[in-house]
C-alpha cells in the first residue's frame, strides 16, 4: 500500500514538473481579426546582461522576430518584425518599452509600469502577421511558429586574453560572456498549429 | 520662416528645441518695424549657428562663405539648409533673415541636433539630476570644464544621449581607462544620481603581472599533469600560491610541489615594479632520463629543487620592459644517484627585456586585432653568486596573434643556448602539449639538450585549429635533427584537445592532448 502510495506521488511529481516545463515553454497562437498574434509566457529577453543594463538606467534595444513556417526547420512563408526600446523606470521599479521605427507620422506606441512579464508579452502582442499574408497555411492547414529575439544593445565584451592570460577569474568571466552571449539571442520554435476558419 | 521638408515630420521631438533655438539666435523686433527682405537684397552678414563649420564639407563650407555679399536668394538658402541636413542626417537646419540697419539682409542658419527618439524612450527621462560622481580618479584629474559639464546636467531632467556624451568625453579624456556608467535612485524622491566608474585598463599598464601558466592536461605519452597559478590582490599587488602536479610543461623534469610569488607593479611609479618566488619542486623523473643522466656525468638528477627569485623591473616604455634580480635554488641530491653527495647551489643572476605591443585601441570586438610580445632572457651562474654551476643561459621568444571575425593566427618562435654545465631544470626540451606536438620530450631528448631552436605556426577558425611545428633542441657535440610536426585542435575557452602527428619519421603515430589552459599570450618572463 505504502509503496503504491510512493509511486503516485513520484508520479504526480513527476507530471507537475513536465507541465512545469512544458508550460514555460507553451507558445499560443490567437487570431485576433485579420491578424495572427502569438503569447509566449516562456520566452524571456528581459534577463542576464539586458537586465543590468536596464537596472543601471540604461535603454536596451531588441529586435522580435515572428515567423510563420510551413513545417519545422523551414523558411518562414510570412514574418514580422518589430524594434522595442526597453527601459527600467528607477524609482517605480517596472519596466517601459516603446516600439520604435514606426512609419513616420504614426505616433510611436509604448506602455509603462511593467513588470518584466508584461514587457515582454505587450511586446510579443505587437509582433502580428497578417491572415492573409499565410496563403494556404491560414485555411485549417498545419504551421509552425519561430520566435526570435536579438538584444541590439550592449556593451562590447572585454578581449579576451587582454592581460596575463586566463586566470581563474578569467574562467569565470569566459564562462559569464558565453552565459551573456547566449542571453542576446534566442530562437523557438513551436508548433504544429491551425487557425480555424 | 521654419524650412518645411515633408521628412520634417518625423522630427517633431526636436523642435521645441528648434524653436527656442531660433528665438534665441533672433531677437524679435517690435511689430511694425520690420518687413522681411525681398530676394535681392544684398547680403551683409551669413553665419552658421549652433554647428562648427568644419564639421561640413569643404564644398559646402565654401557655398556658405559665399553667401555674405551675395543678393539675397531664399530659394539657394533653403537648399544650402537642405544640403547641411543630408551631410548631417541627425541634424535639422532652418534659414532666418532679417533686415539690416543699412538696407541689407542678414542670413542666420540655424542647425540643432535632433534628439534621439531612442534615448527618449528611457522611462527616466521624467527624473531630476540629482548627483554626478566620477570615481576611480582623483577629483584633481577632473578638469574644471569636465566639471562645468556635470554640472550643466544637475537639476536638470535626466537626458540619457548627454550622459552618453559625457561618457564618450571621459573615454576621450581618460584613455587608459575603461568607463561603466550606472544610473541610480537619488536621495530625494524623483532624483537620480549618475556614477561614471573609471578602472584602470590592464593594457595601459607600464607593467604586467607574470602570465599566468595554469594548465591541467593529459597527454599520450606523459600522462597528467597540472600546475595552478592562482593570483589574489588588487590592481597593483597580487600575491600568487603556486600547486604543480606531474607536470612535464616546458621542462625535462616531471614536477609536484609548491610555490608561492609575490609581485607589485607599481612602486611609487607605474614604472617600477618588483616580484619575489618561492618555490618548492620535487621532480620524477623518467626511466630514460635516469638512463641518460647515468650516461652523462655533467648532469645530475636531484630529489627535490627550492628556488627564492627577487626581481626588479623597470618600463622603459609601456612596450619595453627591463628586469633584474637572482635566482637562488638549491638542489637536494637523489639518495641512490652518487653524483651528488650534498646538496649543491644553482645560483643565478637573471637580465630580461622584454617587448610588447598589445592592440588596445579596438572600438570594436569584431576589429583586427594584433599582439606581439618578445623577451629577451639571460641566466647566468658564477662563482660571485658561490653557485656550484657555472654557466650562461641565453633564450630569445617571441609570440604573434593576429585575430579577425572569427580567424586567428598564432606565430611563435623561440632559439635558446646554455654555455657551461647547467642543471637539469635549466636545460632546454621540446615535444610536449606546447611545443613540438606530436613528438615526445622523452624520446628526442630525455635530458634535454644545451640548444633549442623552436617554430610554430597555427591557425584557428571558431574553435577549430591547424598546426605546425618544427624544431630542434640538441647538445652543442651532438647532432642536430630537426623535427617536425603537424595536427589539427579544438580550443573552447580554457578547454583544449589536440592531435599531433609527427611527420619526418618512420614511426607515425598520433599523440593526443586534452584538457583545460588558463595561459594567453606570454611566456614566463624569468
Same mark, same amino acid.
Not at chain 1, 141 to 150: A, C, D, Q, T
Not at chain 2, 222 to 246: E, H
Given at each position: 500500500?505504502?509503496?503504491?502510495?510512493?509511486?503516485?506521488?513520484?508520479?504526480? +511529481? !513527476?507530471? /507537475?514538473?513536465l507541465?512545469a516545463?512544458?508550460?514555460?515553454? %507553451? $507558445? #499560443?497562437?490567437?487570431? *485576433?481579426?485579420d491578424?495572427?498574434?502569438?503569447?509566449a509566457?516562456?520566452?524571456?529577453f528581459?534577463?542576464?546582461?539586458?537586465?543590468?543594463?536596464?537596472?543601471?538606467?540604461?535603454?536596451?534595444?531588441?529586435?522580435?522576430d515572428?515567423?510563420?513556417?510551413?513545417?519545422?526547420?523551414?523558411?518562414?512563408?510570412?514574418?514580422?518584425?518589430? +524594434? !522595442?526600446? /526597453?527601459?527600467?523606470?528607477?524609482?517605480?521599479?517596472?519596466? %517601459? $518599452? #516603446?516600439?520604435v521605427? *514606426?512609419?513616420?507620422?504614426?505616433?510611436?506606441?509604448?506602455?509603462?509600469?511593467?513588470?518584466?512579464?508584461?514587457?515582454?508579452?505587450?511586446?510579443?502582442?505587437?509582433?502580428?502577421?497578417?491572415?492573409?499574408?499565410?496563403?494556404?497555411?491560414?485555411?485549417?492547414?498545419?504551421?509552425?511558429?519561430?520566435l526570435?529575439?536579438?538584444?541590439?544593445?550592449?556593451?562590447?565584451?572585454?578581449?579576451?586574453?587582454?592581460?596575463?592570460?586566463?586566470?581563474?577569474q578569467?574562467?569565470?568571466?569566459?564562462?559569464?560572456?558565453?552565459?551573456k552571449?547566449?542571453?542576446?539571442?534566442?530562437?523557438?520554435e513551436?508548433?504544429?498549429?491551425?487557425?480555424?476558419? | 520662416?521654419?524650412?518645411?521638408?515633408?521628412?520634417?515630420?518625423?522630427?517633431?521631438?526636436?523642435?521645441?528645441?528648434?524653436i527656442?533655438?531660433?528665438?534665441?539666435?533672433?531677437?524679435?523686433?517690435a511689430?511694425?518695424?520690420?518687413t522681411?527682405?525681398p530676394?535681392?537684397?544684398?547680403?551683409?552678414?551669413?553665419?552658421?549657428?549652433?554647428?562648427?563649420?568644419?564639421?561640413?564639407?569643404?564644398?559646402?563650407?565654401?557655398?556658405?562663405?559665399?553667401?555674405?555679399?551675395?543678393?539675397?536668394?531664399?530659394?539657394?538658402?533653403?537648399?544650402?539648409?537642405?544640403?547641411?541636413?543630408?551631410?548631417?542626417?541627425?541634424?535639422?537646419?532652418?534659414?532666418?533673415?532679417?533686415?539690416?540697419?543699412?538696407?541689407?539682409?542678414?542670413?542666420?542658419?540655424?542647425?540643432?541636433?535632433?534628439?534621439?527618439?531612442?534615448?527618449?524612450?528611457?522611462?527616466?527621462?521624467k527624473?531630476?539630476?540629482?548627483?554626478?560622481k566620477?570615481?576611480?580618479?582623483?577629483?584633481?584629474?577632473?578638469?574644471?570644464?569636465?566639471?562645468?559639464?556635470?554640472?550643466?546636467?544637475?537639476g536638470?531632467?535626466?537626458?540619457?544621449?548627454?550622459?552618453?556624451?559625457?561618457?564618450?568625453?571621459?573615454?576621450?579624456?581618460?584613455?587608459?581607462?575603461?568607463?561603466?556608467r550606472?544610473?541610480?535612485?537619488?536621495?530625494?524622491?524623483?532624483?537620480?544620481?549618475?556614477?561614471?566608474?573609471?578602472?584602470?585598463?590592464?593594457?595601459?599598464?607600464w607593467?604586467?603581472?607574470?602570465?599566468?601558466?595554469?594548465?591541467?592536461?593529459?597527454?599520450?605519452?606523459?600522462?597528467?599533469?597540472?600546475?595552478?597559478?592562482?593570483?589574489?590582490?588588487?590592481?597593483?599587488?597580487?600575491?600568487?600560491p603556486?600547486?604543480?602536479?606531474?607536470?612535464?610543461?616546458?621542462?625535462?623534469?616531471?614536477i609536484?610541489?609548491?610555490?608561492?610569488?609575490?609581485?607589485?607593479?607599481?612602486?611609487?611609479?607605474?614604472?617600477?615594479?618588483?616580484?619575489?618566488?618561492?618555490s618548492?619542486?620535487?621532480?620524477?623523473?623518467?626511466?630514460?632520463?635516469?638512463a641518460?643522466?647515468?650516461?652523462?656525468?655533467?648532469?645530475?638528477?636531484?630529489?627535490?629543487?627550492?628556488?627564492?627569485?627577487?626581481?626588479?623591473?623597470?618600463?622603459?616604455?609601456?612596450?619595453?620592459?627591463?628586469?633584474?634580480?637572482?635566482?637562488?635554488?638549491?638542489?637536494?641530491?637523489?639518495?641512490?644517484?652518487?653524483?651528488?653527495?650534498?646538496?649543491?647551489?644553482?645560483?643565478v643572476?637573471?637580465?630580461?627585456?622584454?617587448?610588447?605591443?598589445?592592440?588596445?585601441?579596438r572600438?570594436?570586438?569584431?576589429?583586427?586585432?594584433?599582439?606581439?610580445?618578445?623577451?629577451?632572457?639571460?641566466?647566468?651562474?658564477?662563482?660571485?653568486?658561490?653557485?656550484?654551476?657555472?654557466?650562461?643561459?641565453?633564450?630569445?621568444q617571441?609570440?604573434?596573434?593576429?585575430?579577425?571575425?572569427?580567424?586567428?593566427?598564432?606565430?611563435?618562435?623561440m632559439?635558446?643556448?646554455?654555455?657551461?654545465?647547467?642543471?637539469?631544470?635549466?636545460?632546454?626540451?621540446?615535444?610536449?602539449?606546447h611545443?613540438?606536438?606530436?613528438?615526445?620530450?622523452?624520446?628526442?631528448?630525455?635530458?634535454?639538450?644545451?640548444?633549442?631552436?623552436?617554430?610554430?605556426?597555427?591557425?584557428?577558425?571558431?574553435?577549430?585549429?591547424?598546426?605546425?611545428?618544427?624544431?630542434?633542441?640538441w647538445?652543442?657535440?651532438?647532432?642536430r635533427?630537426?623535427?617536425?610536426s603537424?595536427?589539427?585542435g579544438?580550443?573552447?575557452?580554457?578547454?583544449?584537445?589536440?592531435?599531433?602527428?609527427?611527420?619526418?619519421?618512420?614511426?607515425?603515430?598520433?599523440?593526443?592532448?586534452?584538457?583545460?589552459?588558463?595561459s594567453?599570450?606570454?611566456?614566463?618572463?624569468?
Amino acid at each position: 500500500m505504502a509503496r503504491r502510495s510512493h509511486r503516485h506521488v513520484v508520479l504526480a +511529481t !513527476f507530471t /507537475l514538473l513536465l507541465w512545469a516545463a512544458l508550460g514555460a515553454q %507553451a $507558445v #499560443t497562437v490567437n487570431r *485576433t481579426g485579420d491578424a495572427v498574434a502569438v503569447k509566449a509566457p516562456g520566452f524571456t529577453f528581459i534577463k542576464g546582461e539586458p537586465l543590468s543594463r536596464l537596472k543601471d538606467g540604461r535603454s536596451v534595444r531588441v529586435d522580435l522576430d515572428l515567423a510563420v513556417l510551413p513545417k519545422a526547420g523551414a523558411a518562414g512563408v510570412a514574418q514580422a518584425k518589430q +524594434t !522595442f526600446v /526597453l527601459s527600467y523606470d528607477l524609482w517605480e521599479e517596472r519596466f %517601459a $518599452v #516603446t516600439l520604435v521605427g *514606426t512609419p513616420s507620422g504614426t505616433p510611436s506606441r509604448s506602455a509603462a509600469y511593467l513588470t518584466s512579464a508584461a514587457a515582454e508579452a505587450w511586446c510579443l502582442e505587437q509582433l502580428t502577421v497578417a491572415v492573409s499574408a499565410l496563403g494556404p497555411l491560414g485555411k485549417d492547414v498545419p504551421f509552425w511558429i519561430r520566435l526570435e529575439y536579438r538584444i541590439l544593445d550592449g556593451d562590447p565584451p572585454p578581449a579576451a586574453n587582454s592581460g596575463g592570460g586566463y586566470t581563474l577569474q578569467g574562467l569565470i568571466d569566459t564562462m559569464s560572456r558565453r552565459r551573456k552571449a547566449q542571453d542576446l539571442s534566442h530562437v523557438i520554435e513551436a508548433g504544429p498549429f491551425r487557425l480555424k476558419q | 520662416m521654419l524650412l518645411c521638408r515633408a521628412g520634417m515630420r518625423t522630427l517633431h521631438r526636436a523642435l521645441p528645441v528648434f524653436i527656442s533655438a531660433l528665438l534665441l539666435m533672433s531677437p524679435r523686433p517690435a511689430l511694425g518695424q520690420q518687413t522681411d527682405p525681398p530676394d535681392g537684397t544684398p547680403v551683409t552678414s551669413a553665419q552658421v549657428s549652433g554647428l562648427e563649420l568644419t564639421r561640413l564639407s569643404p564644398g559646402l563650407q565654401e557655398e556658405i562663405g559665399k553667401i555674405a555679399g551675395a543678393p539675397l536668394d531664399r530659394a539657394k538658402l533653403r537648399e544650402l539648409a537642405a544640403r547641411i541636413e543630408g551631410e548631417l542626417p541627425r541634424y535639422v537646419a532652418a534659414v532666418r533673415v532679417t533686415p539690416d540697419p543699412a538696407g541689407g539682409a542678414r542670413v542666420v542658419i540655424v542647425v540643432a541636433r535632433m534628439r534621439d527618439p531612442e534615448h527618449q524612450a528611457n522611462i527616466n527621462v521624467k527624473y531630476n539630476v540629482e548627483e554626478i560622481k566620477i570615481k576611480g580618479v582623483p577629483d584633481s584629474a577632473i578638469t574644471a570644464e569636465l566639471r562645468a559639464e556635470m554640472d550643466a546636467m544637475k537639476g536638470k531632467p535626466f537626458e540619457p544621449e548627454q550622459a552618453d556624451r559625457l561618457e564618450a568625453r571621459l573615454r576621450a579624456i581618460f584613455p587608459d581607462y575603461d568607463v561603466s556608467r550606472r544610473t541610480m535612485k537619488g536621495d530625494q524622491t524623483g532624483l537620480v544620481t549618475i556614477d561614471f566608474v573609471l578602472t584602470r585598463s590592464e593594457s595601459s599598464r607600464w607593467l604586467q603581472f607574470e602570465p599566468n601558466k595554469s594548465h591541467a592536461f593529459y597527454h599520450t605519452d606523459q600522462g597528467w599533469g597540472a600546475f595552478f597559478d592562482m593570483p589574489i590582490g588588487s590592481d597593483n599587488v597580487r600575491v600568487s600560491p603556486l600547486v604543480a602536479w606531474d607536470t612535464t610543461e616546458d621542462s625535462i623534469e616531471e614536477i609536484s610541489g609548491l610555490g608561492l610569488r609575490f609581485e607589485a607593479r607599481k612602486i611609487g611609479s607605474d614604472r617600477f615594479g618588483a616580484s619575489l618566488e618561492w618555490s618548492w619542486y620535487e621532480p620524477s623523473w623518467r626511466s630514460s632520463t635516469v638512463a641518460a643522466a647515468a650516461l652523462n656525468p655533467g648532469v645530475g638528477l636531484y630529489d627535490t629543487r627550492t628556488t627564492f627569485t627577487p626581481m626588479v623591473s623597470f618600463a622603459a616604455t609601456r612596450h619595453l620592459r627591463l628586469s633584474g634580480g637572482v635566482g637562488i635554488t638549491e638542489l637536494e641530491p637523489l639518495e641512490t644517484f652518487l653524483s651528488f653527495p650534498n646538496s649543491s647551489m644553482a645560483n643565478v643572476a637573471i637580465g630580461s627585456i622584454g617587448y610588447s605591443l598589445r592592440h588596445k585601441d579596438r572600438k570594436h570586438g569584431d576589429d583586427p586585432r594584433h599582439d606581439f610580445e618578445a623577451a629577451l632572457t639571460v641566466r647566468s651562474g658564477m662563482e660571485g653568486l658561490e653557485s656550484d654551476f657555472i654557466y650562461t643561459r641565453s633564450i630569445g621568444q617571441a609570440e604573434y596573434r593576429f585575430e579577425a571575425g572569427g580567424h586567428q593566427l598564432l606565430v611563435s618562435g623561440m632559439a635558446g643556448v646554455i654555455n657551461g654545465d647547467a642543471p637539469l631544470f635549466e636545460r632546454f626540451s621540446l615535444g610536449d602539449a606546447h611545443t613540438l606536438r606530436g613528438w615526445d620530450k622523452y624520446d628526442i631528448s630525455p635530458i634535454g639538450g644545451n640548444n633549442v631552436a623552436y617554430g610554430s605556426v597555427e591557425y584557428r577558425y571558431s574553435a577549430l585549429a591547424m598546426f605546425v611545428d618544427a624544431g630542434s633542441v640538441w647538445d652543442h657535440d651532438a647532432q642536430r635533427k630537426f623535427r617536425i610536426s603537424t595536427g589539427v585542435g579544438v580550443h573552447a575557452g580554457p578547454f583544449f584537445m589536440t592531435v599531433g602527428v609527427p611527420l619526418n619519421t618512420d614511426n607515425l603515430r598520433a599523440v593526443f592532448t586534452i584538457g583545460l589552459r588558463f595561459s594567453g599570450l606570454g611566456f614566463s618572463k624569468y
